[in-house]
């Protein structure tokens, strides 16, 4: 009976695999057949998307009033509403802030600056269900950002992505807010630059990587093939140590 007794406990306290690496796929601009096949692809595999979309160009109203209609990011006739939103949200996908309208922060005047991600914040508070920016992500336009405007967002919303020297950050163990850095690569197919530098994630003793992408195929700024994304989730998935989150799921995890 000892030894049965013994054998039971080590199983017992067999531990469960360690999940030493995080890896975020953060898609930006809010492209309409490319977030709806991007959902589709992560609930392929039980997991959810990371999603980030520009406030004016989900408001149909607002679409006219946008600037820089020829930027990619910005162009609003493919994008999808905080119609479509509310329905991936619904389905589990996180759907976060990508500015108010995609202007580059750094190149207005800071107080000018604040009121944009001020009215973006309201934005997606009125029309995005169940969102709060205390509980949120904050995605810079053009990852184009300094600690100035950094701090301001923080008083807003719980995390930051902005551009990173390193796509590799720390994995949050505390309620702090955050700042993350990530990487991106365009204006063509991403998928060899980020197989790249994922390898070296992988290869490393772990932390959290984000990286930026935005439509799938053909549609946006550096945009990832969808035949890649299919067959890095399925890699991704069956590694014991690796884990697939969206960026705000990260930290609010955290929050209980
Ligand atoms: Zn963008």
């Not at 520009?54 to 493919?78: M, N, Q, Y």
């Not at 053009?142 to 405007?149: G, K, P, Q, R, V």
């Not at 992988?202 to 992408?213: C, I, K, P, Q, R």
Request: glycine share 8%; charged share 20%; hydrophobic share 40%.
């Amino acid at each position: 009976m000892a030894g049965y007794g013994a054998v039971g406990l080590t199983l017992g306290r067999m531990p469960m695999q360690k999940k030493t690496h995080i890896v975020t796929l953060s898609f930006d601009d809010g492209f309409k057949k490319s977030f709806y096949k991007t959902a589709e692809i992560f609930e392929q595999f039980g997991l959810h998307a990371c999603l980030n979309v520009i406030a004016a160009a989900s408001l149909p109203e607002k679409r006219s009033t946008l600037s820089g209609a020829t930027d990619v990011g910005v162009v609003p006739t493919d994008k999808g509403t905080f119609e479509d939103w509310n329905k991936l949200k619904r389905r589990g996908h996180e759907v976060m802030a990508h500015t108010w309208d995609h202007t580059n922060l750094t190149e207005i005047p800071f107080e000018q600056a604040k009121e944009h991600i001020t009215k973006c914040a309201e934005a997606f508070e009125t029309h995005l269900r169940g969102f709060k920016a205390s509980k949120s992500v904050y995605n810079f336009a053009y990852n184009a950002s300094n600690a100035e405007l950094d701090a301001f967002v923080l008083t807003k919303f719980l995390v930051v992505r902005t551009q990173g020297v390193t796509p590799v950050n720390p994995i949050p163990t505390t309620r702090k807010p955050v700042r993350i850095g990530c990487w991106s690569q365009g204006p063509g197919n991403c998928d060899a630059f980020f197989d790249e530098a994922l390898a070296k994630f992988l290869a490393s003793e772990g932390g959290w990587f984000v990286f930026n992408t935005h439509g799938l195929d053909d549609e946006g700024w550096g945009p990832m093939s969808s035949k890649y994304l299919i067959s890095l989730l399925d890699r991704l998935t069956k590694m014991k140590h690796v884990e697939v989150l969206p960026a705000g799921q990260v930290v609010l995890r955290l929050h209980g």
